[in-house]
């Protein structure tokens, strides 16, 4: 089965710097990842996924993560924060093997922006 | 709406009491998903639905839980005889089908349940 871990619980930045939000994953195989987003009072809404086409991946609103085998990881980044990202983060993957997709959710990052 | 939809959005109630909760998936979505997400964690998988059929319920925490989706829509969530312990957020999700495992799940904005 798959798991991920999220290494830090809080993030705080100020507006316009840069967003660095870690994401270590284990898995046996080729693994499934995403990034999803929740606001106050909001649903949680993805932000990227990836899907091993291109270890790039960009998502919505500026942010994009790299998915690095040799590291285990799937860092979410953004070159400029934006008061408008404070929100807590997940990294998720996808349990067990099989397209059955039951997310496994990382314990979550807050982040922060100060103005 | 275009969205997925939960009701009530909270509940409060006594503990020993049943509550059931209520999901309404994106129009045409096959999968439906249920999660629960406790104060500072991410959301834990409960069970999932492919049209009217449970597929996968191995996410409940014992046998107070429970759900449906008799119709292939609508699913309710019922929990029996809670305890305080229960008090979550709990989260549906709904998704165009799972044997892509790709395929994004959209999510509601939740129920907060109390149990007091």
């Known amino acids: 089965a798959q798991s991920v871990t999220q290494l830090d619980s809080h993030v705080s930045v100020s507006e316009g710097t840069p967003v660095l939000l870690r994401c270590n994953y284990s898995?046996?195989?080729?693994?499934?990842l995403f990034w999803y987003v929740q606001h106050p009072n909001k649903g949680l809404q993805l932000l990227l996924k990836?899907?091993?086409?291109?270890?790039l991946v960009k998502g919505i609103n500026g942010f994009e993560a790299e998915f690095k085998k040799s590291e285990t990881s799937f860092h979410l980044t953004k070159p400029s924060a934006h008061m408008s990202d404070a929100a807590e983060y997940f990294c998720?993957?996808?349990?067990?093997?099989?397209?059955?997709?039951?997310?496994?959710f990382g314990q979550g990052t807050t982040l922060q922006v100060k103005p | 709406g275009a969205g997925v939809s939960q009701s009530p959005r909270y509940k409060v109630t006594k503990r020993g009491q049943d509550v059931a909760l209520r999901c309404d998936p994106i129009?045409?979505?096959?999968?439906l998903y249920w999660y629960r997400q406790a104060l500072g964690q991410g959301p834990e998988f409960l069970t999932y639905?492919?049209?009217?059929?449970?597929?996968?319920k191995s996410g409940l925490p014992n046998d107070r839980f429970s759900a449906e989706r008799p119709e292939g829509s609508i699913s309710t969530l019922t929990i029996q005889r809670t305890e305080q312990r229960d008090s979550a957020m709990y989260r549906c999700?709904?998704?165009?089908?799972?044997?892509?495992?790709?395929?994004?799940?959209?999510f509601g904005p939740g129920t907060r349940l109390t149990v007091l």
């Open positions: 999700a709904s998704s165009l089908a799972a044997d892509r495992v790709y395929n994004e799940q959209f």
């Open positions: 898995s046996s195989y080729s693994p499934s």
């Open positions: 990836y899907t091993s086409a291109a270890t």
């Open positions: 998720v993957g996808v349990r067990g093997s099989g397209n059955t997709g039951k997310l496994i």
């Open positions: 129009s045409g979505h096959v999968s």
């Open positions: 639905f492919n049209y009217e059929a449970q597929q996968d």
